[in-house]
Every structure is written in C-alpha cells, then in structure tokens.
C-alpha cells in the first residue's frame, strides 16, 4: 500500500499539510516526498511493490507540468506499456503508476472506465492547472475528501490526515472521478445492463476460468507475496488456485485464539492440502483488549462486525510484518457480497437476493474492503483481492439472481461447484464456515462483550442518546466501539452508512447482533 494526499489551493501551507499527512506514514515507510504545484500540492508515501527502485518514487510529473500520485495497482500493465513505447513514451520505472500520465493525456477522464485496476489517485493537469480525483469501482483503494475553510477541497487515504484541515470527513464514492467541483460516475459495478441466461454449467465454468484470471494477475509482483488463508472456502480457494499457478510452495497465515480457536485446524488442512508453507498466529484475550483503542484508530470505524473481524486481521498482519519479508497479501474479500450470506438464505425472492447484493457492493468500501485495507496497510503491506477483479465482479453480478439465491441446500452452490474435482477435497470445498470474528474464537467476541458490560452500567442506553443524529449505538458493545471512535474522530461519524447488520426487515434477520452465530440457520457453521 502507499498513501496519497492532495490540496486544490495553496492557501494551507506545504509544512501544514507534511504535518497531517505524517499520520499514515505506515502505509508506505519506504519513503515520502511533497510536490508544490501552482495550485495546490501533492504528497505521497511509498510503499515500493511495482519497480521499487528508486525511479519509481512518486508523484510522477510530465513535461507540460501534470502530476500524478496513486496507490494502486494496474493489472496487465506491461504490454500496455509496451504499447505505449511503442507511441514513443519513455518510462524512468518498473513502476505500473508512471503509466498513469501518458494514459490521461490520450484518454483524458475515460481512462478511469477503462483501467483493469484497483486504485485512488489525484491527478494536477498542467495544461488547464486542475485537479482531478478518481477511485477504483469497488473502492478497494481508499480515498477519503474534505473541504477546507476556505471551500477547497482536500483528498486523502485515510481520514486521519484529514483531521484538523476540514470539518467533514467523507469517503470518496467508488467508481467516481472529481473534475471541475463535481463527481460524476464512470462505473457502476451493481449495475446489470443484460441479465446472463447462461445455464448453471456455463456459469460455474465461466467462475472457475475469471477467478483464476483475477487470481493470477495478482501474483504478480517485484516483492514476496503471502496469503490469509481462514480455512473457509473463500480464501482457500485463493490459495489453491494460486498453489497450482505458481507450481510451488507458498507463504499461508492464519490466526486464532489461543483458547478456543475453530478455524486454524481447517486452515491447517487445507495447508496440508496444497502444500504451502503454513504459519499459525496465536492471539490472547488479552491481545484483544490491548489493541481496541489502537484498532478502532487504524480502521476508522464504530461498525461492530468490521472491528470484531478486524482484530484477527489486524494482529495476524502485525505478526506477519514482523517475521517475515512478505509485503503483498492476497486475501477472500468480496465473495459473501457475491454469492451470499448466511443471512441471505433468508432472501425472500431473487429479486430482494440480487437488490441486497447490489447493496452489499455499494457499501463494501465502508466494511469489509476497509477493514483488509487497513488491518494490512497500517503493517506496510498490500492488500489484493481476486474476488473483487472487476470482470468476475461484472460478470457474478449479472449472472440471473434464481441461480445465486440458496434453492440448493448448501450457501455459495455455484462457486463451490465451480472448482468442485481438483482444487481442493469436497471435504473442505463444501465446509460450511463461520463469520471471521467467530471463526478466530468465539471468545474473542465474548471478551469484547464482556469488557462493554463491565465499562457501562444500566445508564448505557441514555449515553448513546448522544450519539442519535446518527448510527445510534444499540448494544453497550456498539456503544464502547463509538466513545472510541469519537476520541480519535470527533463528530466524524458519518463517514460510515450505519452498522452493518443482516436484513432486518426478512423474516428470519431481524436480530441485534451481526453474527451469523444468531441465526437459526447457522446449524454446524465453523464447528
């Protein structure tokens, strides 16, 4: 990961602006450099992955004085950049960002649409001595926008170098870019132009041969790359697909409670398995109550279900930075969204199936993709999702919801009949799995609980009235998770829609906790 920064005016100073930005140093510790430009600045902090050398520093600049800052990755961009060789562009880098100014200058703003990549950057045109600002479909790349005092706007990867500088802090909208004080939309990934009418055959084939295309243009990098590997079906597919791409060992990582961890012994198999290098991080009840105030700083959230499953991920990946040269992590994000939830075996008609779908992309950046962002950056690493590969993203989006939603008896049918005879043992391919957080150890949600109820007492529900005008806390639990919040992003708390919670308007759904462990259809989830 790298962290970018960006400013429309000049009427806040460079050392100002250095100062905020400092904040998220760790997402790229290998070096930092500011560029003043006439109309504002552009900083950024690098995290060497793509041509580390030192030509690939950024911001990259043009001769008619364009500059660019990104922190992303552009799959395939090296016959692209043969392509633009040939068109007589010279490139100082191994870099897939340098690619960045040459595009625009030929494409302008339907770059954006037309990029294979997840990404945030802010762009200065030297030509019209404007700023533009873009993010990637989905948002796996965070971006982060403010106005100053002075009514310029601020852009960031994270809302911590915003604090001080505006008074609201929002979440830049995935598959926008910003020109001339507007946001207009390039992409909308929940938008399905023509419903696929493909037969179940086709469909899992078509799975199996785009995950493994998003898989393999993930593995490609000029630093050691690992893998989380839970044991449920999502990661491990991930790992096995990418096992038998690469032909040797890899680097797998799981984590559990030392007391009552559920999913290290399926890690460990599915390791076994495909014959990787498996390494097992124990974390206490205690780890856990250590890190919350730090945690909830890192995610820069209140949410309940992103700060219990990021807790798991946030140590996993400290330990992971601490021991090994790994610094690119291929994680299972953005398949529950695609497939289904426990909850949504609930879904009362395909229709409701596909429309909670479409809402779960939407605001993914908010949950879950924020939640690897941050648990992995905030360790100098990277982040990769081959789930979120915006063709597979497309293509499950669009495939007829009658075909998604659970008729079969078994969550996720289609992928799971889509690498079924190869990849991995139907034992564990058809393995019903827990959410994150339970699956590290139920414990870990019960210590969070429990030091909730021994923080408040009865008088907890009027201290949340505080909280109303939005995302009213509900649980002494939620309501811990916003005092911290508030401490370090006071009256912030709109950077995030809501507590992310099952559907509670299906029958079935209407619960106050976020873990599947609620539902009567858990049954012998990550037992």
């Known amino acids: 990961m790298c962290s970018i920064m960006g400013y429309t005016s000049t009427d806040i100073s460079l050392s100002q602006l250095q100062k905020a930005f400092a904040a998220t140093r760790n997402r790229g510790p290998d070096g930092s450099r500011s560029l003043k430009l006439p109309a504002g600045a552009l900083l950024f902090h690098r995290l060497g992955i793509m041509g580390p050398e030192p030509a690939g520093m950024q911001p990259f600049t043009a001769p008619d004085g364009s ?24 490139f ?26 997840e990404f945030a950057m802010v762009l200065y045109d030297g030509p019209s001595d404007s700023f533009v600002a873009a993010r990637d479909p989905i948002g796996i790349r965070p971006l982060y926008y403010g106005y100053s005092g002075s009514g310029h706007i601020l852009f960031a990867s994270e809302p911590k170098s915003l604090l001080g500088l505006t008074e609201k802090i929002m979440p830049f909208p995935p598959g926008h870019y910003y020109r001339d004080g507007k946001f207009v939309c390039y992409r909308d990934m929940t938008r399905v132009e023509r419903v696929c009418d493909d037969d179940v055959e086709t469909v899992c084939a078509n799975i199996r041969e785009k995950l493994i295309l998003g898989v393999e243009k993930r593995l490609d990098a000029d630093v050691p790359v690992g893998f989380l590997l839970s044991g449920g079906l999502d990661s491990s597919l991930v790992c096995a697909v990418a096992a038998r791409l690469l032909g040797r060992p890899i680097e797998t990582f799981a984590v559990g409670m030392s007391t009552d961890a559920i999913d290290l012994k399926y890690a460990r198999q599915v390791a076994d398995c495909i014959g ?94 924020l939640r690897a962002d941050r648990c992995i950056s905030a360790n100098s690493l990277e982040a990769r999702v081959p789930f979120g590969d915006l063709d597979f993203v497309e293509y499950v989006m669009s495939v007829d919801p009658a075909k998604k939603v659970n008729v079969y008896g078994k969550g996720k049918y289609l992928l799971r009949r889509a690498f079924a005879g190869g990849y991995l043992p139907e034992s564990i391919l058809q393995r019903e799995k827990a959410a994150f957080s339970d699956a590290v150890g139920h414990s870990l949600t019960d210590d969070l609980k429990a030091y909730a109820g021994r923080t408040f007492g009865d008088s907890w529900q009027a201290l949340a009235e505080k909280y109303a005008y939005h995302a009213k806390p509900f649980t002494k639990e939620s309501l811990l998770y916003r005092e911290i919040f508030e401490k370090h992003y006071p009256g912030q708390a709109e950077m995030v829609a809501d507590f992310w919670m099952p559907n509670r308007e299906w029958e079935g759904c209407n619960v106050d906790d976020p873990s599947a462990r609620v539902l009567s259809n858990y049954g012998a989830s990550g037992e």
């Open 92 to 117: 100082a880098s191994g870099s897939d960002c340098e690619l960045l100014l040459p595009l625009w200058r030929e494409q302008g703003a339907e770059m954006f649409a037309r990029l294979d990549a």
């Open 276 to 369: 990787s290098n498996h390494h097992e991080i124990y974390i206490t009840g205690q780890d856990v109550l250590d890190t919350l105030d730090e945690l909830i700083y890192t995610l820069g959230t209140y949410d309940i279900t992103t700060i219990r499953a990021g807790m798991g991920m946030y140590l996993i990946c400290k330990a992971i930075h601490a021991q090994s040269g790994i610094r690119v992590l291929l994680t299972g994000e953005i398949s529950d969204e695609l497939f289904g939830y426990k909850y949504t075996d609930f879904a009362p008609s395909p229709e409701a199936f596909q429309a909670e779908s479409e809402k779960r992309i939407r605001e993914i950046h908010m949950y879950d993709v």
């Open 67 to 90: 500059a660019v800052v990104c922190n992303g990755e552009l799959y395939g961009f090296r016959k692209l950049k043969r392509e633009l060789e040939g068109r007589g562009y010279v």
